[in-house]
C-alpha cells in the first residue's frame, strides 16, 4: 500500500521559514513526479511545486517562486519542500502528492498525504 506521510508543518511568523518533507513508502524511483499541493480553507486547490523524481527537474506556482524549494533524496526516499520568506496567504493545508504526470495541475496525482498545517501568522 502507498503512503505518503508528510512532516514539518506548523505555526510561523510572517517572513519565517519550515520545511515539510514527505516520505514515501517505498522508493520515490517508483513515481514520476513527487511534489505538494495546498487548500486553504475556501479556495481551490493549488498546485505548489513537484519535482521530476528521475532527474530533479522542478516546477513551480509563480506564487512561491524565488521562495520556495523543492528537492530530493533518493537514498532517504524523501521530497522536501523548503520555505522562506512566508507569507500568511501561504497559510494551508499542505498535502504531498506522487504520480505519473510532471505538472503543478493539482488533481493529476495518483497518491496523496493526509496533509499538514502550516500556519502563518503573527
Known amino acids: 500500500q502507498v503512503q505518503l506521510v508528510e512532516s514539518g508543518g506548523g505555526l510561523v511568523q510572517p517572513g519565517g521559514s519550515l520545511r515539510l518533507s514527505c516520505e514515501t513508502s517505498?522508493?520515490?524511483?517508483?513515481?514520476?513526479?513527487i511534489g505538494w499541493f495546498r487548500q486553504a480553507p475556501g479556495k481551490e486547490r493549488e498546485g505548489v511545486s513537484y519535482?521530476?523524481?528521475?532527474?530533479?527537474?522542478?516546477l513551480y506556482a509563480e506564487s512561491v517562486k524565488g521562495r520556495f524549494t523543492i528537492s530530493r533524496d533518493i537514498v532517504k526516499d524523501t521530497v522536501y519542500l523548503e520555505m522562506h520568506n512566508l507569507k500568511p496567504e501561504d497559510t494551508a493545508v499542505y498535502y504531498c502528492?506522487?504520480?505519473?504526470?510532471?505538472?503543478?495541475?493539482?488533481?493529476?496525482?495518483?497518491?496523496w498525504g493526509q496533509g499538514i498545517q502550516v500556519t502563518v501568522s503573527s
Open positions: 502528492a506522487a504520480g505519473r504526470v510532471f505538472s503543478l495541475f493539482p488533481y493529476n496525482d495518483d497518491y
Open positions: 517505498g522508493s520515490i524511483l517508483d513515481y514520476y513526479a
Open positions: 519535482i521530476k523524481t528521475s532527474d530533479g527537474e522542478s
